[in-house]
């Protein structure tokens, strides 16, 4: 499928999905948003994919939503049109893994996309920031929520309220990225995580995903108990019958994702 906002390309099992509105630092409109939403169901469909990778360009991730089209909007347009809300869901329905590559800036809507994702690699040169309150607003799409629970109170108040960045180091040690490596290098590290992550049971990795997106939502007894029943559920799996002979015999397992 063509897109405009957006560049999509599947190959070796990884979707690679690319920002692409380069004049407005990928700033996220309706159709960007709505054109990423339509590519990741798609991924979702496709048996081919088993990890999707989203990413910007070197110097910018996502600069932000996009403030052009939001300038002139009254309470009741975002209000009653629901800004963003049904490209969000569709985002965050996906159940195989999604990574965020991020170099440069990731502002407002971007670093809240990247937070929307499983994991974020970051370049050495990323910049995250929830600058709103320069608008005369706030975050809107997670800014305020899972911006505080990757980075604490604390470093999430400065940021939403004094409207600073973080660089890739500060990032990386406040928990909000897994990893930074030289922005030149982000690719490679990227497609590799998503390589290694396609190489499992897509049964395994998607409990993964359910289970670990689980410890946000309960009280960690309920979560424990979740996390007990699935890793149960996974001995009525043929891949951990594979996995388990593969390990005893000394060979590398074949999953067969069932
Ligand atoms: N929206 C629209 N256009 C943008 C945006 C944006 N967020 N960011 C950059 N651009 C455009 C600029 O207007 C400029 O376009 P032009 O060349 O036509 O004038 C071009 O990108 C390049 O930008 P700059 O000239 O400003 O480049 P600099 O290198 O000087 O600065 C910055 C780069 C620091 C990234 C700067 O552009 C900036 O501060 N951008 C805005 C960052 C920002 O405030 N982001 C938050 C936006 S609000 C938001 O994200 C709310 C999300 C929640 C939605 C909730 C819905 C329910």
Do not use: W
Request: a negative charge.
């Amino acid at each position: 499928m063509a897109y405009e906002t957006i560049v999509v390309e599947v190959e070796d099992h990884i979707a690679l999905v690319k920002l692409n509105r380069p004049d407005a630092m990928n700033a996220l409109n309706n159709d960007l948003l709505g054109e990423l939403a339509d590519a990741l169901t798609a991924a979702q469909s496709n048996d081919k994919v088993r990890c999707i990778v989203i990413t910007g360009t070197e110097k910018f991730f996502a600069a932000g939503a996009d403030i052009k089209m939001m300038s002139d909007k009254s309470f009741v347009d975002v209000f009653a049109g629901d800004l963003f809300t049904r490209e969000t869901g569709a985002i965050l329905r996906v159940r195989k893994p999604i990574i965020a590559a991020v170099c440069g800036y990731a502002l407002g809507g971007g670093c809240e996309l990247a937070m929307m994702c499983d994991f974020i690699i970051a370049g050495d040169n990323a910049k995250f920031g929830q600058p709103e309150i320069n608008l005369g607003v706030i975050a809107g799409i997670g800014g305020t929520q899972r911006l505080t629970r990757f980075v604490g109170k604390s470093k999430a108040m400065d940021m939403n309220l004094t409207g600073r960045f973080m660089d890739a180091e500060e990032a990386e040690r406040s928990g909000l990225v897994s990893r930074v490596v030289p922005c030149k290098k982000l690719m490679d590290e990227a497609m590799g995580a998503a390589a290694k992550i396609a190489e499992k049971s897509m049964i395994s990795v998607m409990a993964v995903k359910e289970a670990v997106n689980r410890s946000y939502e309960t009280p960690l007894a309920e979560g424990l108990l979740f996390e007990r029943r699935v890793f149960n559920s996974l001995f009525a799996t043929e891949d951990q019958a594979e996995g388990m002979s593969a390990f005893l015999e000394k060979r590398e397992p074949q999953f067969r994702d069932r």
